[in-house]
């Protein structure tokens, strides 16, 4: 079966860090760049973070440029998504997406998604 899992998610306080991990089964993430999305409740799954397949191009939306580190190791058909200093408005489903494609965040380009890990923040 070909699928991803997210995991780590949680409850956090404000300031604090999370990392997520994003494993696939059946195919070779390794051949795949990864998106990291977030949906907050009543809005759009907005993207987060892009990492190449080879993982030496990452990119950062604004929205936690600085906060955060995406990596991956292909080896362990993971990757990983690392956010410090969290804020209440980080709360949100995060979500992992492997596309054929690099450096894009349109949804249509991603063949492969997980089901989300929530993540809370709040005090």
């Known amino acids: 079966q070909l699928r991803l899992v997210e995991s780590g998610g949680g409850l956090v306080q404000p300031g604090g860090s999370l990392r997520l991990s994003c494993a696939a089964s059946g195919f070779t993430l390794g051949d795949y760049s990864i998106g990291w999305f977030r949906q907050a409740p009543g809005k759009e799954r907005e993207g987060v973070s892009l990492?190449?397949?080879?993982?030496?191009?990452?990119h950062y939306k604004e929205s936690v440029r600085g906060r955060a580190t995406v990596s991956r190791d292909n080896a362990k058909n993971t990757a990983y998504l690392q956010i410090n200093s969290l804020k209440p408005e980080d709360t949100a489903r995060y979500f992992c997406?492997?596309?054929?494609?690099?450096?894009?965040?349109?949804?249509?380009?991603?063949?492969?998604w997980g089901q989300g890990t929530e993540v809370t923040v709040s005090s």
């Open positions: 997406a492997a596309a054929t494609s690099s450096g894009t965040y349109l949804k249509e380009a991603y063949v492969y």
């Open positions: 990492i190449s397949q080879h993982g030496n191009i990452p």
